[in-house]
């Protein structure tokens, strides 16, 4: 229960626990260091957090997954509804067509690209309500065809109206994909002989509708009424009104996603209305919006398509990869290619386990690639492989970062494979095996084991040799290697370059690229920095000197590292070792209670990462997606108010310590 207190007091007062914890380390008693943490957490609590709120403040969904969250009827309960009437029209966009944007500017701005043209979504938003007012003017409604606002456009931009019609057009082909929601109720309709018709408030040709439509699996409509060439609109009534005129002996229904236009229209015509709850509306209140326009405008679309079209409904876990891993995945393995490639590397070692998912998006990224591999490496084996080149290191990882009494010196020695060295600590500390390890006898544990380092080196002298045959296989005919992962220390890669440069003397040179460095409220803040200076690290997301507001955000101490490595993982457990076997070598692992977890956030990952390329492919055009954009996502889960959000995936988590 005191440790429990202790932690939620300090997960609020970082700086006051890291002071606190420095003195206790020192050797200080808890009495006399007790007056320090109270004091830094009043000075915390009356000056506020430093830390400043980034994201969007967005209350995410704690009970459950975001999917079936205000979930409509199912897709067969509609058709039961809808074959009673004999005409059913449709609403097109954000009804029976998806795009692949959360907002139609996004549209424009993609049209801008193409034509190399400076602020083009405003000078076309511009351009329609020019058009739309002169029509108003000259006839009485302001509804307007695509080439009366081309005219407006062409006026200010000084752009062939033509080609910029056909761009648009194409745009928007390439954004739209059909509802799977819709599909199956049009489908059903139709095989019944039920009349089928669109309504549409669009300046968009309604024959160009009609196509989009056909292209997308919903065949042909028998009649489409768009309202820029009818001069009526439903605001307005006028569409129902021809709807109503051309089946005066018919019952109908509108389905659509405006309140006002599809909504509240129908019944003034004679007509029923059944209004579909629009993707965004119902996505909106979870969707990062911390981004650059264009990538978090395709990101928002593209999830919020997903989640909330309402014909399917997915585990909290597959929504985890595809929400906040996807779009990190993708843009983590672009920068790898360019770091690569940059580099000229002859080898990428994606490191276990955080390297098993990026190997295998970055292999369908770039199927010509040979050099990716999957390399095994973690913080455990490394401890012992390079004890002799990181003893500091060994002692902060093994000793030092697990002196808080929840561990017998009997259970710290196992994972360091040093039981053999145990009567005697016990002799020298005057302790039992089951003496639990503290900041007091922490510094007397490491003192003995310094006294006989020689016997803890020869303990590891069988793993420098199986791991130095394994990567001598790996790296055979490597000049240059690129290790991939997470982050944060760095110390993964950083290892491994010394290890094949001193201990196996492999004639390769490693570099190495992690996701994100340590952060302002990691204890070793500023080791990486001189790596990242030299070029021997690369990050992607953070460093000190890049995004420094992530910077800034980003704490392991309230497990934002976990929730990232949670995100890339392997369905193996972590690497225990190597061991020698023969002329060869043997690896051991430690359990993974959650491999399956982990199969299920991985087909959230990839298939997010489909669609992202499935959209640029239609569009003509790269993305880019920077560390920042990347972050955004899982910002919105980190935040304070989203701990509700989060237990849901802690029971996931691996340990702090794990290797």
């Known amino acids: 229960m005191k440790e429990q207190v202790y932690q939620w007091i300090t997960r609020r007062a970082p700086a006051a626990r890291d002071r606190y914890e420095a003195l206790r380390r020192r050797g200080m008693s808890?009495?006399?260091?007790?007056?320090?943490?109270?004091?830094?957490?009043?000075?915390?609590?009356?000056?506020?957090?430093?830390?400043?709120?980034?994201?969007?403040?967005?209350?995410?969904p704690s009970g459950g997954s975001e999917s079936a969250q205000n979930r409509g009827e199912s897709p067969q309960a509609l058709v039961r509804r809808l074959e009673a009437y004999g005409v059913i029209s449709f609403d097109v966009f954000d009804t029976l067509l998806l795009r692949r944007v959360d907002r139609p500017e996004t549209v424009f701005a993609l049209v801008g690209a193409k034509l190399g043209y400076p602020d083009f979504a405003r000078l076309r938003g511009e351009a329609e309500q020019a058009a739309r007012r002169k029509k108003r003017q000259e006839t009485g409604t302001a509804e307007v065809t695509l080439g009366e606002i081309w005219n407006q456009v062409s006026r200010r931009c000084a752009l062939d109206p033509d080609r910029g019609m056909a761009l648009e057009l194409e745009t928007e082909r390439a954004l739209c994909q059909g509802n799977p929601y819709f599909l199956p109720v049009v489908e059903q309709l139709r095989a019944q002989g039920k009349e089928l018709v669109l309504l549409s408030d669009m300046y968009l040709p309604g024959a160009f509708l009609q196509q989009l439509l056909e292209e997308q699996g919903f065949g042909r409509f028998s009649r489409c009424w768009v309202s820029g060439e009818a001069g009526v609109s439903k605001g307005e009534g006028g569409l129902f009104a021809l709807l109503r005129e051309a089946y005066p002996h018919k019952s109908w229904i509108h389905v659509g996603d405006n309140p006002q236009a599809d909504g509240a229209g129908p019944g003034k015509q004679g007509g029923t209305a059944f209004l579909y709850p629009n993707v965004h509306t119902q996505g909106e209140a979870f969707r990062a919006e911390d981004m650059s326009c264009l990538v978090g405008s395709v990101y928002r679309g593209l999830v919020n398509g997903k989640l909330h079209n309402g014909s399917a409904v997915y585990s909290p876990l597959y929504e985890y990869g595809f929400v906040y891993g996807g779009l990190f995945a993708l843009g983590y393995c672009r920068f790898l290619r360019e770091q690569a490639q940059a580099q000229r590397a002859d080898r990428l070692l994606f490191l276990s386990r955080d390297g098993a998912v990026l190997l295998r998006l970055y292999r369908r990224l770039y199927p010509e690639d040979a050099r990716p591999v999957y390399a095994y490496w973690s913080r455990l084996a490394a401890a012992k492989v390079c004890a002799g080149l990181f003893p500091a290191d060994y002692f902060r990882r093994f000793l030092l970062h697990k002196a808080d009494g929840s561990r017998s010196l009997k259970q710290i020695l196992r994972p360091m494979e040093l039981e053999r060295f145990l009567p005697g600590l016990c002799k020298a500390l005057d302790a039992g095996p089951e003496t639990p390890l503290t900041h007091k006898n922490a510094p007397l544990v490491e003192q003995y084991l310094q006294g006989v380092w020689d016997?803890?080196?020869?303990?590891?002298?069988?793993?420098?040799?199986?791991?130095?045959?394994?990567?001598?296989?790996?790296?055979?005919?490597?000049?240059?290697?690129?290790?991939?992962?997470?982050?944060?220390?760095?110390?993964?890669?950083?290892?491994?370059?010394l290890a094949v440069q001193t201990l196996w003397r492999l004639p390769c040179q490693v570099r190495g690229v992690v996701a994100g460095t340590n952060s302002l409220h990691s204890p070793e803040r500023d080791g990486s920095e001189p790596l990242l200076l030299t070029g021997q690290l690369q990050s992607y997301l953070f460093s000190q000197a890049h995004n420094r507001d992530l910077w800034k955000f980003?704490?392991?101490?309230?497990?934002?590292?976990?929730?990232?490595?949670?995100?890339?993982?392997?369905?193996?457990?972590?690497?225990?070792?190597?061991?020698?076997?023969?002329?060869?070598?043997?690896?051991?692992?430690?359990?993974?209670?959650?491999?399956?977890?982990?199969?299920?956030?991985?087909?959230?990952?990839?298939?997010?990462?489909?669609?992202?390329?499935?959209?640029?492919?239609?569009?003509?055009?790269?993305?880019?997606?920077?560390?920042?954009?990347?972050?955004?996502?899982?910002?919105?889960?980190?935040?304070?108010?989203?701990?509700?959000?989060?237990?849901?995936?802690?029971?996931?988590?691996?340990?702090?310590?794990?290797?």
């Open 30 to 60: 808890r009495r006399q260091a007790l007056p320090v943490l109270v004091g830094g957490v009043a000075s915390h609590l009356l000056r506020g957090s430093p830390v400043p709120d980034l994201g969007s403040g967005k209350q995410l």
């Open 455 to 497: 016997q803890v080196l020869k303990a590891y002298e069988g793993q420098r040799l199986a791991a130095g045959r394994y990567y001598r296989q790996l790296l055979q005919g490597c000049a240059r290697a690129l290790a991939v992962d997470i982050g944060w220390a760095g110390s993964g890669p950083v290892s491994l370059e």
């Open 554 to 659: 980003h704490n392991p101490r309230q497990g934002h590292n976990l929730f990232w490595e949670l995100l890339l993982g392997a369905r193996e457990g972590s690497l225990r070792g190597f061991y020698p076997q023969g002329e060869g070598f043997r690896l051991e692992f430690l359990p993974n209670p959650h491999g399956e977890a982990v199969e299920e956030i991985h087909r959230g990952v990839l298939e997010f990462a489909e669609e992202w390329l499935e959209t640029e492919r239609r569009l003509g055009l790269t993305l880019p997606i920077s560390g920042r954009d990347a972050y955004a996502p899982l910002l919105e889960a980190l935040a304070r108010q989203n701990g509700p959000c989060r237990r849901s995936w802690e029971g996931y988590l691996d340990a702090p310590d794990l290797g």
